[in-house]
């Protein structure tokens, strides 16, 4: 085999197994980001393989090697499209951060009505890409909710819906909706999210808690330690109306 012979035999099967692994990963398994380098890898490695039988006899061995190729490139490219349909997720987190605490877990399981997540966050926004992922472990858990993302200049008018708290959890029929304060990073996402969809997933009216004002009484609105602030939280986080009296 010629030296040219062995550059794109070489060259053709490293660029079909990274089309089969990273390109599948990546970009997908059906897209022509991956079937293009794959194809053009595969077909390089056989005119590698035909270039070098034209100078030498074509051996068992020269054989055996191209089907070991073309079964390698076949084999990863399947176990590439089977995990894409099938995915894994592995929290190795010391705090589960990335895991739905217990309560969450129900309200996604009880929230069988579809559900909406919208933004306006540009998808490369640190907001957008955690949002994404939040959504994806409720979608797990057995939630019924989908992402979507906004452009404003493609649909003003859902964009001045969402408004500036960049997020909104709706129902698919519009009946209902709640906004939400995602901020990047904040330890709060889960507890947002999860309290917007038990509103969503209850058509019932929820109860009605009034904390009375005007006299000296400890405010909803005090976040001090003698304000009632967190405690008004704690009962909005259990699906209750807390309202100033």
């Not at 709706?170 to 889960?190: I, L, N, S």
């Amino acid at each position: 085999m010629n030296a040219m012979a062995r550059i794109l035999l070489v060259c053709g099967v490293a660029v079909a197994l990274t089309a089969a692994t990273v390109g599948s990963a990546f970009f997908g398994p059906s897209t022509w980001l991956t079937l293009g380098p794959l194809v053009a890898g595969v077909v390089a490695a056989v005119l590698g393989l035909l270039a070098g039988a034209r100078h030498t006899r074509v051996s068992p061995h020269k054989l055996k090697l191209a089907l070991e190729i073309a079964v390698t490139v076949v084999v990863v490219v399947a176990l590439n499209a089977a995990a894409l349909h099938a995915p894994a997720v592995v929290d190795v987190t010391r705090s589960k951060r990335n895991t739905l605490t217990e309560a969450s877990i129900q309200v996604a399981r009880a929230s069988t009505s579809p559900i909406v997540v919208k933004t306006t966050f540009a998808p490369d926004d640190r907001a957008s890409v955690e949002l994404d992922d939040l959504v994806g472990r409720y979608q797990r858990a057995g939630a019924n909710v989908t992402f979507e993302h906004v452009v404003a200049s493609k649909d003003p008018e859902a964009a001045r819906a969402v408004g500036d708290d960049k997020v909104i959890v709706e129902r698919a029929d519009h009946t209902a909706h709640r906004r939400v304060k995602f901020v990047a990073g904040a330890p709060d996402q889960e507890q947002q999210m999860t309290n917007a969809l038990r509103a969503l997933s209850s058509t019932a009216k929820p109860a009605r808690v009034y904390f009375v004002a005007g006299h000296g009484e400890a405010s909803i609105a005090d976040d001090e330690p003698a304000g009632a602030r967190a405690f008004g939280q704690a009962l909005v986080d259990e699906g209750l109306e807390v309202v100033p009296l």
